[in-house]
């Protein structure tokens, strides 16, 4: 079982920076790949950022990349989403999310933690 706990969202204006962070409960962080997702109003769940087990492999969508860096620290068991150049369209509930090593699927999810982008 994996609980995970974000932090770091809030209201910030345009060209701005946040950080996110993600917590994770789990005896062993690093049997996990981990995502950072988010959800705009009206929108279908969209992945942001990926990053695998020991930070070697990271991918971004197309809509982040340049802006948004992740990373992870396995020692502490946190997962982190630095945003740089804050839109207005990145106004969205970011999850922190996980999936075992060998699945194609998400099986843990944050509660959530809400950005928002004013210009």
């Known amino acids: 079982q994996v609980q995970l706990v974000e932090s770091g969202g809030g209201l910030v204006q345009a060209g701005g920076s946040l950080r996110l962070s993600c917590l994770a409960s789990?005896?062993?962080?690093?049997?996990?790949?981990m995502g950072w997702f988010r959800q705009a109003p009206g929108k279908e769940r969209e992945l942001v950022a990926f990053i695998n087990w020991n930070g070697g492999s990271i991918d971004y969508a197309d809509s982040v990349k340049g802006r948004f860096r992740i990373s992870r620290d396995n020692a502490k068991n946190t997962v982190s989403l630095q945003m740089n150049s804050l839109k207005p369209e990145d106004t969205a509930v970011y999850y922190c999310?996980?999936?075992?090593?060998?699945?194609?699927?998400?099986?843990?999810w944050g509660q959530g933690t809400q950005v928002t982008v004013v210009s």
């Open positions: 789990v005896r062993t962080f690093c049997d996990y790949h």
């Open positions: 999310a996980a999936r075992e090593k060998r699945s194609v699927l998400y099986s843990y």
